[in-house]
């Protein structure tokens, strides 16, 4: 069976940071690409970043450059999003997904369950 588990969300404070992590299991997810998606109450979900299978390629939502960064680790078969300079309006349910092909559109094949980032003022 075919998961990918999200951890690492919290309550935390502006300004502070937060890791992600998002770890596959039942298929060899090495050749995929990796994206994170977020979704607040009453939204849309969102593009957040995404990144390639080998790591070279990386893209940002404009609302989080210069403070997100996506990262891969084939090896563990996990992808992470280093969360800095958090702000109240990152507060969002955080989703990883997996596809063969790179997109910043919610048509991934594989989905996680989400974790939690809550952000106060």
């Known amino acids: 069976q075919v998961q990918l588990v999200e951890s690492g969300g919290g309550s935390v404070q502006a300004g502070d940071s937060l890791r992600l992590s998002c770890a596959a299991s039942?298929?060899?997810?090495?050749?995929?690409?990796k994206s994170w998606f977020r979704q607040d109450r009453g939204k849309e979900r969102e593009f957040v970043a995404a990144i390639n299978w080998s790591g070279g390629s990386r893209y940002y939502a404009d609302s989080v450059k210069g403070r997100f960064t996506i990262s891969r680790d084939n090896a563990k078969n996990t992808v992470y999003l280093q969360m800095n300079s958090l702000k109240p309006d990152d507060t969002a349910v955080y989703y990883c997904a997996a596809d063969r092909r790179i997109s910043d559109t919610a048509d991934y094949a594989y989905w996680g369950q989400g974790t939690q980032v809550t952000v106060s003022s």
């Open positions: 039942g298929r060899n997810f090495r050749s995929y690409a």
